[in-house]
């Protein structure tokens, strides 16, 4: 495929249940973003990884938050013990590596809702 | 920290112009995007500015003022399609040597007939 992929593209969750998110990037890419969009906001930082180190988690609102790209190319984001407040867009972008600038590209998202 | 300000909502005609603002305060800027996101889809890249002056592309131009900390997007000619929201993303200097786009909340633009 051309672009981000995501899976999956909505997800639907009861309290206090864990949930897993997918996001397989441009192959190349060597860095890859997760983002928590809230309906009406622009996107949030979460966490970055250039290749399988993670190289940035300030982002993460709390520990029930965890990502990982054991293998430097396909990356989880999981939500343990989802709470309501959870409920956003999750988004995934990539970035091959920067020369001047690089633009991230986007994924289409995962849309959580936590009932 | 970071701070990006940029309007909520703006409204604008078709065929006419409209500049969409956006001011911030940050510690080691180095660069400032702007992306477009359709309702329910993905950001999708618009422009990218470093130094200061105006980056014309299209139909779209986007112009940054380091010392003032301001930024616009220029839309003319809109068309119906330009109707999404208006993503204005200031770029810092992150730990492991790299650089993450802190996002502002977006400004929603209607264009109407």
């Known amino acids: 495929g051309a672009g981000v992929s995501q899976s999956p593209r909505y997800k639907v969750a009861k309290r206090g249940q864990d949930v897993a998110l997918r996001c397989d990037p441009i192959?190349?890419?060597?860095?890859l973003f997760w983002y928590q969009q809230a309906l009406g906001q622009g996107p949030e930082f979460l966490t970055y990884?250039?290749?399988?180190?993670?190289?940035?988690k300030s982002g993460l609102p709390s520990d029930r938050f965890f990502a990982e790209r054991p293998e430097g190319s396909v990356s989880t984001l999981k939500i343990q013990r989802t709470q309501q407040e959870d409920s956003a867009v999750y988004l995934c972008?990539?970035?091959?590596?920067?020369?001047?600038?690089?633009?991230?590209?986007f994924g289409p998202g995962t849309r959580l809702t936590v009932l | 920290g970071q701070n990006i300000d940029q309007p909520t909502e703006m409204t604008a005609t078709e065929g006419a112009i409209v500049q969409i603002n956006c001011t911030y305060q940050?510690?080691?800027?180095?660069?400032l995007f702007w992306y477009q996101q359709h309702a329910g889809e993905a950001p999708t890249f618009l422009s990218y500015?470093?130094?200061?002056g105006l980056e014309e592309k299209g139909r779209f131009s986007s112009f940054l003022s380091r010392s003032k900390g301001y930024s616009y997007l220029l839309l003319k000619e809109l068309q119906m399609k330009d109707s999404a929201s208006y993503l204005c993303?200031?770029?810092?200097?992150?730990?492991?040597?790299?650089?993450?786009?802190?996002f502002g909340r977006g400004t929603s633009l209607i264009v109407h007939p």
């Open positions: 972008a990539s970035r091959r590596p920067g020369t001047l600038y690089s633009e991230q590209f």
């Open positions: 940050t510690s080691g800027f180095n660069g």
């Open positions: 500015n470093v130094l200061d």
């Open positions: 990884f250039q290749n399988e180190a993670q190289l940035d």
């Open positions: 192959s190349g890419h060597v860095s």
């Open positions: 993303a200031v770029r810092r200097h992150a730990s492991g040597g790299s650089y993450i786009p802190t």
